[in-house]
């Protein structure tokens, strides 16, 4: 079994900062990829960040100069810092591992229950 703790997120005023948290617990052999995704009402699942294996950041082009994205491997955490944040920000945030529980096991994926960013005056 896989568990994935959230944390973070809330109502912020445009131009504001946010950060998430997402913590990953359970039969865990390796993590490939950890990150967010983002689904605002009405529109499709889109992925935020993320970092692969050796932790390098992934952005999409309308997070990148605003968003970091880091992992602490010893924690199986990864952390999400939201700056200038903007109202087409807000949407359910989703964090997602892919990861394998053993050495032999393929690599599966497994998703948080979601935090709720809004953006708003």
């Known amino acids: 079994q896989v568990q994935l703790v959230e944390s973070g997120g809330g109502l912020v005023q445009p131009g504001g900062s946010l950060s998430l948290s997402c913590t990953a617990s359970g039969s865990i052999f390796s993590i490939e990829t950890m990150g967010w995704y983002r689904q605002a009402p009405g529109k499709k699942r889109e992925l935020v960040a993320y970092?692969?294996?050796?932790?390098?950041?992934i952005y999409i082009d309308s997070v990148k100069g605003r968003f970091a994205v880091s992992r602490d491997n010893a924690k199986n955490t990864v952390y999400l810092q939201m700056n200038s944040l903007k109202p087409e920000d807000t949407a359910v945030y989703y964090c997602?591992?892919?990861?394998?529980?053993?050495?032999?096991?393929?690599?599966?994926?497994?998703w948080g229950q979601g935090t709720q960013v809004t953006v708003s005056s």
């Open positions: 970092t692969v294996s050796d932790n390098t950041p």
């Open positions: 997602h591992l892919f990861y394998s529980s053993s050495a032999a096991s393929p690599l599966r994926d497994f």
